[in-house]
């Protein structure tokens, strides 16, 4: 008699299991590291993505292009997260971080087909990554901070590193001082967001200029503001978040008329309350008047007879930085504007941007910070240096806080590499074939470099393990020679941080996706989601 079927998932459930699936899975990891490989590097190419509401991306950084790229595919987006955490970690090195987990995983496949079980291959792998991790902290050299001098040259060199391989590059000097400058300008905590950018289109990538403060962009200029005064010394500044305009009252209350001379009143008592507010304010010695909401003309008008300068529909970013910055708070009614709620700076001046109006606020008493102004031709362009900045920022900060730094270039790689292979010598069993495979894997980032400035890979990599054998620890890709060099020597530095935390994610995605053997996707799931993991498509941030 025939056995019945045992059902255990609803019908139309799809499941897939076993070696077949770790495989499959390994091959769209694959797939995604293929999609960022030739970004890599100062030599690797730019992608263009163009997302379906037909906006473009121009991007070098392997964060970005993922994170628009909408990948679906459930262990491919183990990938997209590590590059994600790693650039809210240490903000550089997404690329690497895909790539060599992307290895990690392509060197352990033919383990797995074999028939290795995949938690021989995770124990290997962790133990590989832990001693790689411990050979970067040994290896990397420790930057004397009491030195101020050594210290920016060191920040210099690691901003300038990182943004060699960006669209920028050509202006890596230009903006790596900038950069540093800016980081330079925090106060110990280095906080990120005290670091203003704006993107201004038009002009040239060197018209770009660091304001030492507060700048923002006026949103909207009424009749009257050319009259007012566009510079002061040690202003009063009053933050208010007070609409400043005429027809502001109608909509607080409903009062039904029937004559002409109650109109006039109502519109009296109007202008008597806007009155009253303007003159609270003048009287409070405050010089600029800054405010959330609209100032209309009347207002604006008034402050130009009286010498004060008043922006409005300030951008509350913008407004709370000003705050931190200048101090005082940001008033909603003008009832209490006594001193200690009015901030100062010691200048104040609006200037022209290209076709822009800017405030701004220098020498902040209270929080030290900064702004980036960014011109450019394309915006597209512009949003791409903003992105290519922001990395080398995080650098910059970075390595202030952890002053050790490795050689780029593929050098400490190709150390790692050598260090793993001679400890996977000492080791018997499995473990050495695997470690070995590891070692291997690391090779990826200077053949990847080689490959994307169009160099003769295999030739560069012979070189370089030679020249690690024989002890020279900082050898790496010489882009502009096709050859190798010592990297430490010229200066190709890069934050020893970015470098653990990129071997530590890569092979923590590793053994995630090879500890994985069956994915199950129930038929609702799938009709609702997309094929994604639940939730996702239906207004839910990512
Ligand atoms: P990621 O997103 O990983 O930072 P990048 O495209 O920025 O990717 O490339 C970084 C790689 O390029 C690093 O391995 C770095 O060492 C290398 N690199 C940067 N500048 C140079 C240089 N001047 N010469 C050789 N290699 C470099
Ligand atoms: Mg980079």
Not at 13 to 38: E, F, H, L, Y
Not at 453 to 458: E, I, K, L, R, V
């Amino acid at each position: 008699m025939m056995q019945p079927q045992i059902i255990l998932l609803k019908e139309g459930t799809d499941s897939s299991q076993g070696v077949p699936q770790i495989v499959s899975n390994i091959n769209a990891c694959g797939a995604i590291a293929d999609a960022v490989r030739t970004t890599l590097g100062p030599r690797g190419m730019d992608k263009l993505i163009v997302d379906n509401s037909g906006k473009a991306t121009i991007s070098n950084d392997g964060a970005t292009i993922l994170k628009t790229l909408d990948i679906v595919h459930p262990a491919a987006r183990t990938l997209v997260d590590i590059a994600k955490s790693q650039d809210a970690e240490v903000g550089d090195g997404t690329t690497s971080v895909v790539l060599l987990a992307g290895e990690f995983l392509k060197q352990a496949k033919p383990y797995i087909e074999e028939g290795v079980h995949p938690q021989v291959v995770i124990r290997a792998f962790r133990r590989a990554a832990a001693l790689a991790v411990d050979k970067v902290k040994e290896l990397a050299v420790q930057i004397k901070k009491s030195d101020p001098e050594e210290q920016k040259s060191m920040l210099l060199k690691c901003a300038s590193t990182s943004l060699s391989s960006k669209l920028v590059a050509h202006q890596k000097e230009f903006f790596s001082k900038m950069v540093v400058d800016a980081v330079l300008m925090l106060d110990e905590l280095l906080p990120l967001n005290m670091i203003g950018i704006k993107k201004i289109t038009g002009g040239a990538l060197e018209d770009s200029r660091l304001v030492d403060g507060v700048a923002f962009k006026k949103t909207f200029s009424y009749a009257g503001f050319e009259m007012q005064p566009k510079s002061y010394s040690d202003p009063k500044i009053a933050l208010l978040n007070v609409e400043l305009e005429l027809k502001a009252e109608k909509e607080n209350a409903e009062i039904r008329i029937d004559n002409v001379t109650e109109y006039q009143k109502i519109v009296d008592a109007e202008w008597k309350i806007l009155y009253d507010k303007l003159e609270k304010i003048h009287l409070s010695g405050a010089k600029v008047v800054l405010s959330k909401l609209p100032i209309g003309d009347v207002a604006t008008q008034y402050f130009a007879d009286r010498d004060m300068f008043c922006a409005g529909r300030v951008v509350e970013e913008d407004l709370r930085r000003t705050m931190k910055a200048c101090g005082g708070s940001i008033q909603t009614s003008v009832g209490n504007l006594k001193n200690n709620v009015l901030g100062t700076c010691q200048k104040f001046e609006e200037i022209q941007v290209g076709g822009d109006r800017y405030n701004l606020f220098t020498g902040c008493p209270q929080a030290k910070t900064c702004t980036l102004l960014l011109r450019g031709g394309a915006e597209q362009f512009i949003e791409e240096t903003e992105r290519s900045l922001h990395d080398a920022i995080m650098i910059v900060r970075r390595a202030m806080k952890n002053d050790a730094v490795v050689a780029g270039g593929g050098a400490i790689e190709m150390e790692l590499s050598k260090y793993l292979r001679d400890c996977s010598r000492t080791i018997a069993g499995k473990e050495q074939l695997l470690m070995g495979a590891m070692a291997k894997a690391f090779e990826v980032i200077p053949r990847q470099l080689c490959e994307n400035a169009g160099f003769d890979a295999t030739n560069i990599l012979n070189k370089l393990r030679q020249s690690h054998a024989q002890g020279g620890r900082w050898f790496g890709v010489d882009i502009l020679n096709e050859d190798i060099a010592d990297n430490y020597e010229a200066f190709v530095w890069e934050p020893s941080v970015v470098k653990i935390n990129a071997i530590t994610a890569a092979a923590e995605a590793t053994c995630l996706i090879l500890s994985v053997d069956e994915t199950i996707r129930n038929p609702k799931s799938s009709q609702e989601g997309g094929g994604g993991p639940p939730g996702r498509g239906r207004g839910r941030p990512m």
